[in-house]
């Protein structure tokens, strides 16, 4: 619950207070989004997945297509696949997704931890505009979450729909 309020503050954070300098706009064509990247933050595209990295490289947010709606069954392989790397995952809301609006996109937000509650997991499964959705994740702790936040509020605020 806590990390969902943050988020829905860190977007209203990035709508009253715009700080942070966009350097570029990426256009996801699978997806059919665009995507804001923050000034000296780098990106990187292979095939469908998208990365963006922060300046200390102790932040990354990865975009990947998914086929399909099917949002829980791709929400089970990533818990599997996370868990194998950072050990057992506690998730908000008991694992179930809160519903969110992303720029007229519906989005499911699912959010957790792991390591006693230090490594914050962030995953976001948004309804594109194409007949593919988009998984948006990254991992964090509370030191790169405090110390990117406007950042990381002016990535969520610029991920929109490609303009027809």
Not at 112 to 135: F, M, Q, R, T
Request: proline residues 3%; negative net charge.
């Amino acid at each position: 619950m806590l990390r969902t309020t943050v988020w829905v503050l860190i977007l209203g954070l990035a709508l009253v207070f715009p700080g942070t300098s966009i350097a570029t706009t990426l256009t996801h064509s699978a997806g059919q989004i665009e995507i804001a990247v923050p000034d000296n933050w780098k990106s990187s595209q292979e095939g469908d997945i998208i990365k963006i990295e922060a300046p200390g490289s102790d932040m990354m947010l990865v975009f990947r297509i998914e086929e399909g709606d099917k949002a829980d069954k791709v929400f089970e392989a990533i818990d599997t696949a996370l868990e194998s790397k950072v050990g057992s995952i506690t998730w908000d809301n008991d694992g179930n997704y809160k519903e969110v609006d992303l720029n007229g996109m519906n989005a499911y937000e699912y959010n957790g931890s792991a390591d006693a509650g230090k490594l914050l997991i962030y995953c976001l499964w948004i309804d594109s505009p194409s007949d593919k959705s988009v998984l948006l994740y990254w991992l964090s702790d509370e030191a790169a979450d405090s110390k990117y936040e406007k950042e990381v509020a002016a990535i969520l605020s610029g991920i929109k729909p490609l303009k027809k």
